[in-house]
């Protein structure tokens, strides 16, 4: 055992950067499944997303238009999703499911070109003095501008839910669709324009791997990181701090598992890295058998809505 | 402005027309698809629709083959609308498959190499029994402690698929051939095998059970009690309440029944057309049974056309790459088109266009 | 109107007419052609198997088919369409293989990397990696600098038990003060988690990164990180031109073009091939200049000493990791106990899992 080699410091700025994927997509997912609209085809929107983000950073030679395009290429498929369930009021979970095979198949044909060749490369966010402080500097901040900009988005997504008004009214939306109705709000363009968010961010999560973490595009890169994401969120009880200590929790078994490997420690990691998905059953026992109902699941999650006055 | 309105009744013409509407759409938009690729749309969608069934060259081997690759969608999805429609979610069909297949697996594992007639019917059992355990987990923590079963079933999905990798590469792994991962080919332990009961004809004993299935599923949410408290509790949750219809029961039955059967599905796969336990055991039917039992609209002789319509797709899919190397992706595509269709078209069913004047929600 | 678009439908013509000389294949693939790692390597050779007959050939491939029934249909399908010759390009294909080859005694199954042949027209073909790791095992032994090499493996089977055996022996005879790290991802294709796991590795001292899974994405992270590493299965060099020192590339092209041309002979019988550098199945891509003309030389010496058949990679002595010896002094190791290879050899301070 040589558990000495592995510093810490460096195990946290791995895991904030294998957190970023699933937590932009988790933090987007959020918000959708505030509205109370549950999108379980977050997988095809990353994918979606990490392909039309790397076809567009290729062509134009700037991952910055990449990941406008890439939020782009998500909000288009979040749109299909939402036309389907909010306008065509088909089923939440069955058109979930549907839009993963449909975006894992799309991307597949229009990326076919792009195997095998390598994308701009995105800048490391220079931040001077402070990434030479002792360990906090290596862990914090040394890392590309996609990586704060998820914890911004974090921020900005909390203080929305919190403080905003329309926060607000996105909040009752999901909470009672029927009651937000009745006061008069529009629940569904609240819960189209959440999808669309959700769309986005996911298609940014999806870029992150296509641009950055990888860097390359291979039909179904993903691998299940959308589903992650969606763990994540029920892990967060739809809180967005929450979010992104799950976000950094899950990064970092993944992280510290194969820190582990790699100093010569044997673990099961076939078990090991089932823990995230039974914290997480525990969290959501903890949290729905607890008295206050103040924040958790919303009231209207995958109940559809149509307004029979 | 255009505003829905719902029907006060199910249209029975939309609901007969509808899937017809949503394949030609398909037809339609796939083919532009299929030509944007240079092949053929005619000979693509005839391929996809029509030589499974009635080629001279395939249809005699494929007609069979419908029925097996449809029995476990069937399966799973007669059992997963049973609680749908009362408003329970179980949306984690593909761990209860997997925890089925394990059940009955190991069964299998533990006797061989025993002879015995008494070894199948333990494996059936088994496998229905690790389906239902597992989908009891979220049955419990749903009456217990109110925790939100689709999110629950969703996640024991990943540790399911978790403990699969695990027993194909350790306890269930063929000590015969050492270092390799996946367990005995259980088609080769014949007390074990899932075998075709009537040569060339695909008809398993994983068939028998859907077709089983279906119509006990028919009976009881035409006949019974218990199908009566099901509607009632889907379309009024309050109503079921006062009518005494315990909603603690009512989570248990219908998770336990459609754990049972996705376990069975797993079970009839892992003993007969899959072989054996590997890795890559879980292919997804248990999530796929989920849009099967939306297009059959929950209902089971709807989920039987819906599950040989899918059925059909995949194995024309495959016909389709062989005959005219139409890349799987555009297959992918295609049934995703067919998935969109098929949803979007439905709501002529329960409701109906209006132009109205001035928005209202 | 539904009726009509049958009829349409039905009347086209399907394929177009087959010469009867053609020979038909084949494949049926686990992954997508375009996954640039293990499919796409059976790709490549088809397609330069299809260059080398030109029209006296024809092929057909299915990709994503999964193990069990979806490939026994597909397989059955491909016979049933009148192909000569079934290529199966993944281990699990085994007992779909043999079910479907008892029944079609006139078609030619080829099953790669498989161990199943219950009938006289199976043929079972596999390539010797460990003899490419052999190199790759040297050149790292040499080039380190931190005398650690990171090692990113896929599930612990004999092929990459061995290509781990193979790479530290000879990295150690170079290098005795060399060590290995070596994380196992469960699975062959997760280019993040890959990235992830070679990043590790670097910050845990390894300045030379081997791979036996999938994607590119550890040789960018070598590339970004200013260290060394091998690619997989194909050259990999325009991922990280200045971390890519040569990689191990699959070439099943001429044992293709063989088996294709013996079954248009008429010569075809059921094999059990396990090839190597002699049989030009797997060679190395370009050295990298960083790489001193020595080491060069003698990387391109070991290469043509195993493909001689002068030197084999495994030779005595070779003491399993408890120490208990497995080859004696000059002893060559049997070909069985490298394809069910399941321990670690002395010197490996790792544990294997099971």
Redesign the interface.
């Known amino acids: 055992m040589i558990l000495g ?3 810490p410091a ?1 195990l946290l700025a ?1 895991l904030m ?2 957190a970023t ?1 699933i937590l932009l997509a988790a933090i987007g997912e959020l918000v959708v499944e505030k509205a109370g609209v549950l999108n379980l085809g977050v997988e095809g929107m990353m994918i979606m997303g990490a392909c039309i983000g790397f076809i567009v950073a290729v062509n134009t030679g700037s991952p910055f238009i990449g990941f406008i395009g890439a939020a782009l290429g998500g909000m288009a498929l979040a749109l299909l999703f939402a036309l389907l369930t909010q306008a065509l009021m088909t089923n939440q979970v069955a058109s979930g499911l549907a839009l993963t095979l449909f975006g894992l198949g799309l991307t ?1 044909l229009l ?2 070109r792009y ?2 060749i ?1 994308p701009p490369r995105t800048p490391k966010l220079d931040l001077g003095p402070l990434s030479d402080i002792p360990f906090l500097g290596r862990a914090l901040f040394t890392h590309d501008i996609v990586v704060y900009l998820s914890i911004v988005l974090v921020a900005a997504v909390w203080w929305f839910l919190k403080y905003s008004r329309a926060g607000m009214i996105l909040r009752a939306v999901g909470e009672n669709h029927d009651a937000a109705h009745a006061l008069g709000y529009h629940v569904k363009r609240v819960r189209v324009l959440a999808i669309m968010f959700g769309g986005a961010c996911a298609g940014l999560g999806g870029a992150y ?1 296509s641009l950055i ?4 595009w ?4 993903t ?1 299940g ?1 959308g589903w992650i994401a969606l763990a994540l969120v029920v892990f967060a009880s739809w809180r967005p701090w929450r979010a992104l200590a799950g976000a950094y929790l899950f990064g970092g078994v ?2 510290l598992q ?2 582990l ?4 420690v ?1 673990i ?3 078990y090991l ?1 089932m823990s995230p998905y039974l914290i997480t059953i525990l969290v959501l026992v903890i949290i729905s058998s607890g008295k206050g109902r103040s924040l958790d699941a919303p009231g209207s999650l995958n109940r559809p809505f149509h307004a029979s006055s | 402005m255009i505003r829905l309105e719902k029907r006060k009744e199910p249209s029975k013409f939309w609901g007969i027309a509808n899937p ?1 509407l949503a394949v ?1 759409l398909t ?1 339609l938009a796939g083919g532009i698809m299929f030509a944007a690729l240079g092949k ?1 749309p ?2 693509a ?2 391929l996809i629709f ?1 030589d499974p069934i ?1 080629s001279e ?2 249809g005699s ?2 007609r069979p ?1 419908l029925l ?2 449809s029995a476990p969608l069937i399966l799973i999805a007669v059992g997963l609308a049973i609680g749908f429609k009362a408003g329970i979610w179980n949306i984690g069909a593909e761990g209860q498959y997997i925890m089925g297949a394990l059940f009955g697996a190991g069964v299998a594992l533990a006797f061989f190499p025993q002879p015995g007639w008494y070894i199948f019917p333990l494996m059936v059992i088994a496998g229905a029994f690790g389906g239902f355990l597992w989908a009891m987990i979220p049955a419990i923590l749903k009456t217990r402690f109110n925790t939100n079963e689709i999110l629950v079933s969703l996640l024991l999905v990943y540790v399911a698929e978790r403990i699969l ?1 695990a027993m194909a ?2 306890l269930m792994r063929n000590p015969d ?6 367990s005995r ?1 259980l ?2 332990y014949e007390a074990a095998h899932n075998a075709e009961l009537f040569a060339n004809t695909g008809i398993h004993w994983g068939v028998v059970a859907a077709l089983v299935a279906v119509i006990l599923a028919y009976v009881m949410m035409t006949r019974h009690m218990l199908g009566f408290h099901v509607q009632l509790a889907g379309q009024a949750p309050r109503a079921a309440r006062f009518g005494g219809v315990s909603p603690a029961r009512l989570v248990v039955i219908c998770l336990g029944i459609s754990g049972a059967l996705a376990g069975l599905a797993g079970m009839f ?1 892992v003993s007969g ?4 336990v ?4 879980a ?1 997804g039917y248990g999530f796929t049974a989920i849009i099967v039992a939306f297009l059959g609209r929950l209902n089971p002789v709807g989920i039987v056309l819906a599950g040989l319509l899918l059925g059909l797709t ?2 024309g899919g ?2 389709s ?3 005219l ?1 139409i ?3 555009a297959i992918q595509v295609f049934q995703g088109m067919l998935l969109f269709f098929l949803l979007a078209l439905d709501f002529q069913t329960n409701y109906r266009i209006r132009l109205t004047q001035g928005e209202r929600a | 109107m ?1 009726k009509l ?2 009829a ?3 009347s ?4 177009t007419p087959v010469l009867a000389d053609t020979t038909k294949v ?1 494949f049926i693939y686990i992954g ?1 052609v ?3 790692g293990w499919t796409a390597g059976h790709d490549r050779a088809r397609r330069e198997m299809v260059e080398h007959f030109g029209d006296a050939v024809e092929t ?11 490939a ?3 397989m ?3 016979a ?2 009148g192909m000569d010759m079934i290529f199966a390009a993944s ?2 294909y085994g ?2 293989v043999n ?1 479907v080859a008892g029944r079609f005694p006139n078609v030619a199954f080829q099953h790669a990397t498989g ?1 199943i042949q219950d009938h006289p027209n199976i043929s079972l073909y596999d390539a010797r990696f460990y003899e490419g790791r052999a190199v790759l095992g040297h050149i790292a032994g040499k080039m380190t600098e931190t005398n650690t090499i ?1 090692y990113i493996a896929s ?4 092929a990459v ?1 061995s290509g781990i055996n193979s790479a530290y022996l000879h990295a150690k005879a170079v290098n005795p003060d060399v060590s290995f ?4 991802t ?2 062959w ?5 890959e ?3 070679a ?3 670097i ?4 300045d030379v990164i081997m791979q036996h899974t999938d ?3 550890a040789i ?1 992270v070598a590339e970004d990180a200013g260290v060394m590493a091998f690619g997989q299965a194909s050259d990999m060099v ?2 990280g031109p200045n971390a890519h020192l040569t990689a191990i590339v699959d070439r099943w092209a001429p044992y293709y073009i063989s088996r294709v041309q013996a079954v248009m002979d008429g010569t075809w019988e059921a094999q059990n091939s396990w090839l190597g550098f002699a049989d030009g199945i797997i060679e190395m891509a370009p050295w990298n200049d960083r790489m001193p003309a020595e080491l060069q030389a003698e990387a391109d010496a070991l290469v043509a000493a195993i493909a001689a058949g002068e030197y084999h990679p495994f030779t005595g002595p070779i003491n399993k990791q408890d120490g208990t010896p497995w080859l004696a002094d000059g002893e060559v190791a049997p070909d069985v106990d490298l394809a ?3 321990f670690y050899v002395e010197g490996i ?3 294997l ?2």
């Open positions: 080699s592995i510093n460096v791995a950067v294998a994927p597949a990326g076919q195997v095998g390598t791997l973490r990888v860097p390359q291979t039909e179904g890169m691998v990181a993944v992280v194969l820190n490997q790699a100093a010569g044997r099961p990691v076939e890295s | 017809f030609a037809m053929d005619v000979v969608i005839r029509f009635f060259t395939f081997y494929s083959q097996i690759k990798a590469l350790g051939i050492p270092g390799f991962p996946g080919d088609r080769r796969e057309p899959g072989g054996q590997r890795i890559e055991f292919s995949y194995i495959e016909l790459q062989m005959m190397q890349p799987g992706a | 539904k678009l049958t349409a439908v039905l086209a013509a399907l394929a084949g997508p375009g996954d640039f057909t491939i299915v990709e994503n088919v999964d193990y069990g029934a979806d026994e249909r597909v059955t399908q491909m049933i369409s281990f699990g007992p779909d079910a161990y990171g599930y612990p089977i004999p038990v790290r070596i994380i196992w469960y699975s294709f997760d280019p993040a988690l990235a992830d796991a990043e590790t590795l910050e845990q001292g390894a994607s590119t994405a960018r325009e991922f069910t290879m399941n301070t790792a544990e899992p099971n």
